[in-house]
């Protein structure tokens, strides 16, 4: 009868630890797919303000193209991404880009634009 109830004891203690696991494994995937999402709004916003900006000076230009070097570096990031912890650092060489096209505006003589996302 001992045994039984251990084996029984068991049993569900490995029962509930598959529930959890599996339970944390597909919440993890819904929340990496909205923060790449996330990121991918970001990245569009990075390609609209690149096309828009035509640099007329030397330090506009280099921070254009700092700015498209983390562009092209984020997008590879976020294609292959599978955690949360690497689409974090997607999304902060995002931050970096959107830092240089702020830093090419502002060399231009423009407004800097919308501020960094956090």
Do not use: C
Not at 82 to 99: M, P, S
């Amino acid at each position: 009868m001992g045994r039984l109830l251990f084996l029984v004891l068991v049993l569900a203690v490995v029962g509930l630890a598959i529930w959890w696991i599996s339970r944390e494994w597909s919440g993890n995937v819904e929340r990496v797919a909205d923060a790449k999402a996330e990121v991918n709004r970001h990245l569009d916003r990075m390609s609209g303000e690149l096309a828009q900006l035509d640099p007329e000076n030397d330090e506009a230009l280099r921070a254009m193209s700092e700015a498209v070097d983390r562009l092209n570096i984020a997008r590879t990031q976020v294609v292959k991404a599978t955690t949360l912890g690497q689409v974090r650092v997607a999304k902060e060489t995002v931050r970096g880009g959107l830092y240089f096209i702020r830093k090419a505006r502002e060399a231009m003589g423009l407004d800097p634009g919308p501020p960094l996302p956090r």
